[in-house]
Every structure is written in C-alpha cells, then in structure tokens.
C-alpha cells in the first residue's frame, strides 16, 4: 500500500472529549486517531461511541481513525459495530500479540462494510505492537494477508511494552532501539510502509526531548509518530518530510547518475557524497516522496 502518502503525525485524541477531536482534526495531523481504549474510562466506554461515530461523520475527508478495544477485552465488536461507517478510514488494533486478531477483526470488517454498503477493504488496520511477544512476532503480524488487503502498517506503544517487559522509559530512549529496530525490520521485510513510533510520554514540557526522540525514530526509518498532543504535529510533520534542500539535491543525484551511467560509471561522487545504484534508488525514492507530498499541498 505505498502509494498512499506517508503518515508523518498521527495524533491521538479521547473519543469522549468531542471537541478535542475537533480541535485534533484542525492541527493537521495527517491522520487523527480517536481513542476508544485505554483514554476512556471504563465506565464511559459505552457511551462513548456513537459520540466517536458522529465525530467521524462530521469530517468527511479527513483521515481519520479509531482506536477499538483489544479483542482480549470483548469490547472490540461493539465498537466496530459503532464506528465502522462511511469515513471512518481505519482502526488501530491494539494488543496485538500474533497473527490471529488480525483475521479476527478481516471477518468483522468484513461483515460489516457488506452490511453498511461499503466497498470491502475500506476499512485500514493499523495493529499497536506493545508486549514481548509481540515483538517476537512483529513479522508475522506485518506479513499476515488479507483479502482484500488491510494492514497499513504496525505502530509501536512503549507505555505497554515497557509495563510487560520492566523496562525504564527514559528521556534518551537507548532502552528503546532494540524494539523500534524490530519494528522497522518486521514493515519491510514484510513488504509494508516504515511502522509509526510510540507516543513520547515521558516529560510532555520537555519539548527538546521530544523533538529528540522522533528524530531517533526517523532516522531508523519510522515513516512517522504517534502524538499526544497539537503542539506536536507541526514538527512531525516537517521531520517526517524531505527537505526542499533533501529533494533538491536527490534530484541532482539522479541527474547525474543517469548520465554517468550512460557513460559507463556506477560509482562516482556528488557533492562529496558516495553515489551507486543504492544511493540513487534511495534518491529517487526521497524525489518521488517530496513530489508525493508537495502535490499533496501539505508540506511546503
Ligand atoms: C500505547 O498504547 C502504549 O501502550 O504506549
Ligand atoms: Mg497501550
């Protein structure tokens, strides 16, 4: 599913707060996702629903997704049964352990795009990768098929994973490549866009922090990461894109690959930078996102 455009932020907002998914949908994020899981309260879940429903019919357009309770928690098929409906562009499925809740949630969707006169496969799945064993099999989750194809990519959440695991989330994340660099191998070995990153929870007013951290996750080859707040969007959304000097110069790196090839050379430098067959394919790729998201209009 690469054609579709990188989703750089993806910002999380609880279902029962209907005006902050408003005010989420205008922050510009690339993609909006309403929380029916663990931001709700227990005993407003039920309640919470058909308001998460209206929020998604009242943004034609707009990506927007819902994160349904986990199959463990029987909660999952009501929710679906509320939010699945024209607009609603995805779900992400959290507490995915293996490969079976994703086939699970294919016959539910299913089932319920048929009955509310949808196109099969409207509807996404983005399953949240959050214990050990999850990592143990994020490969299998990335590569598992369905018909019509659903799976987007894998989202990782570090406050569940470090709850299984015992681990210490700190400011500087060293405790953290391990499982990012999992999830990135697990996409693309599985034919799948880069994972989105974890919330960064950890000190929401250090904002250097922050920036930090998304950093770490792109240069590892996130495609983008999930927010927690507004005031992180802008800046995602700028990490997550190629510079206008990066498309610039991938630009030049092309140019000059095709004509030195076409004189008989592969390998040769621009501007001080190696240049060979990986090089340039990683340059035309860096080309196509920039045009990708320039004819977008949503990022120069
Ligand atoms: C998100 O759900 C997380 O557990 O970090
Ligand atoms: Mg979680």
Redesign the pocket.
């Given at each position: 599913m690469s054609h579709l455009l990188p989703i750089r932020s993806a910002l999380f907002v609880p279902g029962n707060r209907p005006e902050r998914v408003d005010k989420a949908v205008a922050s510009g994020a690339d993609a909006v996702i309403v929380d029916l899981e663990?931001a709700v309260p227990s005993g407003l879940k039920e309640a919470t629903r058909p308001v998460v429903r209206d929020r998604i019919l009242a943004h034609p357009g707009r990506m927007i997704l819902v994160r349904v309770n986990g199959l463990e928690s029987g909660g999952a098929e009501a929710d679906l049964e509320a939010v699945v409906c024209q607009g609603l562009f995805g779900i992400v499925l959290?507490k995915v352990d293996d490969g079976a809740p994703i086939h699970e949630v294919q016959a539910l969707l299913t089932r319920l795009e048929a009955r509310r006169s949808l196109r099969p496969g409207t509807v996404k799945i983005i399953p949240?990768i959050?214990s050990a064993m999850a990592i143990e099999n994020a490969y299998r989750i990335a590569a598992e098929k369905t018909e019509p194809e659903r799976t987007l990519t894998l989202a990782f959440?570090?406050?569940?994973?470090a709850l299984d695991v015992g681990m210490e989330i700190t400011k500087t994340g060293e405790e953290l490549w391990y499982p990012r660099s999992r999830l990135v191998v697990a996409c693309r070995a599985a034919g799948v866009d880069g994972p989105l990153d974890?919330?960064f929870?950890v000190d929401l007013k250090d904002v250097q922090a922050f920036e930090a951290d998304a950093r770490r996750a792109k240069q590892l080859g996130f495609q983008g990461k999930l927010c927690i707040h507004p005031s992180q969007v802008a800046f995602c959304n700028r990490l997550f894109s190629p510079t206008e000097e990066e498309v610039a110069f991938a630009r030049r790196v092309v140019e000059a690959f095709e004509a030195r090839e076409a004189g008989g050379s592969a390998a040769f430098e621009v501007d001080g930078k190696f240049v060979d067959y990986a090089v340039v394919k990683r340059a035309r790729r860096v080309v196509r996102m920039g045009e990708k998201i320039l004819a977008n209009n949503s990022r120069y």
């Amino acid at each position: 599913m690469s054609h579709l455009l990188p989703i750089r932020s993806a910002l999380f907002v609880p279902g029962n707060r209907p005006e902050r998914v408003d005010k989420a949908v205008a922050s510009g994020a690339d993609a909006v996702i309403v929380d029916l899981e663990d931001a709700v309260p227990s005993g407003l879940k039920e309640a919470t629903r058909p308001v998460v429903r209206d929020r998604i019919l009242a943004h034609p357009g707009r990506m927007i997704l819902v994160r349904v309770n986990g199959l463990e928690s029987g909660g999952a098929e009501a929710d679906l049964e509320a939010v699945v409906c024209q607009g609603l562009f995805g779900i992400v499925l959290p507490k995915v352990d293996d490969g079976a809740p994703i086939h699970e949630v294919q016959a539910l969707l299913t089932r319920l795009e048929a009955r509310r006169s949808l196109r099969p496969g409207t509807v996404k799945i983005i399953p949240l990768i959050e214990s050990a064993m999850a990592i143990e099999n994020a490969y299998r989750i990335a590569a598992e098929k369905t018909e019509p194809e659903r799976t987007l990519t894998l989202a990782f959440g570090a406050a569940d994973y470090a709850l299984d695991v015992g681990m210490e989330i700190t400011k500087t994340g060293e405790e953290l490549w391990y499982p990012r660099s999992r999830l990135v191998v697990a996409c693309r070995a599985a034919g799948v866009d880069g994972p989105l990153d974890t919330p960064f929870m950890v000190d929401l007013k250090d904002v250097q922090a922050f920036e930090a951290d998304a950093r770490r996750a792109k240069q590892l080859g996130f495609q983008g990461k999930l927010c927690i707040h507004p005031s992180q969007v802008a800046f995602c959304n700028r990490l997550f894109s190629p510079t206008e000097e990066e498309v610039a110069f991938a630009r030049r790196v092309v140019e000059a690959f095709e004509a030195r090839e076409a004189g008989g050379s592969a390998a040769f430098e621009v501007d001080g930078k190696f240049v060979d067959y990986a090089v340039v394919k990683r340059a035309r790729r860096v080309v196509r996102m920039g045009e990708k998201i320039l004819a977008n209009n949503s990022r120069y």
